[in-house]
């Protein structure tokens, strides 16, 4: 069985104070939520040491929103795997839609950092997803396979762990307040579970698979049991750290 998560992504959203606030908020209510659903957050990069500092012995993972592919360099304003593990930092979210529309993360570059994360020991987060343009001309399907064939395709079997977790984030759901249906976000899941098996079989199709776009404390239920989805990304509602943990108390189930 996959690891069942909650990641929150507080994108570029508080200052070093309201983050480790959050953080302890979140942390202080995660011992009678959680069961055996694992829990992360991703703040800013200059809120991950507060961050981290604040959640206490609370189980509470901690992601970076993003990661260099290279550890060290002339790569002026990037920040590598090694200097996320020296800070302490649990994990990294790679191939995030916001990047690869508004940075220039390609495929091939969210390939290189894919790698690097995993390499580097970062719990990675894989986000794939396609724009409301490919669902209406229905590329959907052929849009993920691909993101997901770029990014994992060549990725060596021995980088293939439980460290490797993907989340399908239809781009068209974020921040829209506009989800997927259960019945799109299981065909999506089921499309990427079958991808993965037959890629690297059934024990290398046993990765986490997170759905994310406009999750919420009312829409988290009926997404679970559309299947294979093994929990969620969330962006605005984990701003507010009683909606992101009645989501993760759904997720964690009675
Ligand atoms: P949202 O963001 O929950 O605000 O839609 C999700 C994400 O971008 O990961």
């Known amino acids: 069985m996959p690891t069942r998560w909650v990641i929150g992504n507080w994108k570029q959203n508080l200052l070093r104070g309201p983050a480790a606030k959050l953080a302890s908020a979140v942390a202080a209510g995660l011992a009678d939520a959680t069961g055996n659903t694992r829990v992360g957050v991703a703040p800013p990069y200059l809120a991950l040491d507060v961050t981290r500092a604040a959640r206490g012995p609370a189980s509470l993972t901690v992601f970076?929103?993003?990661?260099?592919?290279q550890d060290q360099g002339a790569f002026t304003g990037e920040v590598g795997p090694?200097?996320?593990r020296d800070a302490g930092v649990d994990g990294a979210i790679v191939g995030h839609s916001e990047r690869r529309a508004h940075f220039g993360d390609t495929d091939a570059r969210v390939a290189r950092k894919l790698e690097a994360a995993v390499r580097g020991?970062?719990?990675?987060?894989?986000?794939?997803?396609?724009?409301?343009?490919a669902r209406d001309e229905q590329r959907h399907e052929s849009v993920v396979i691909s993101q997901l064939s770029a990014a994992l395709g060549e990725l060596n079997s021995s980088l293939w762990t439980d460290r490797l977790i993907l989340a399908y984030e239809p781009v068209w759901a974020i921040g829209t307040g506009r989800t997927a249906t259960p019945e799109q976000a299981g065909a999506m899941h089921r499309t990427i579970r079958g991808w993965l098996r037959e890629q690297r079989g059934a024990a290398g199709a046993d990765r986490s698979v997170l759905y994310g776009g406009s999750v919420k404390p009312?829409?988290?239920?009926?997404?679970?049991?559309?299947?294979?989805?093994d929990g969620f990304l969330v962006g605005g509602a984990s701003l507010d750290p009683r909606a992101f943990l009645d989501i993760v108390r759904v997720a964690a189930g009675p």
């Open 64 to 69: 970076a929103q993003d990661v260099a592919a």
């Open 121 to 133: 020991g970062l719990h990675t987060v894989l986000c794939v997803g396609e724009s409301l343009e």
């Open 218 to 229: 009312g829409n988290a239920a009926a997404l679970l049991v559309a299947g294979d989805v």
């Open 82 to 84: 090694a200097m996320l």
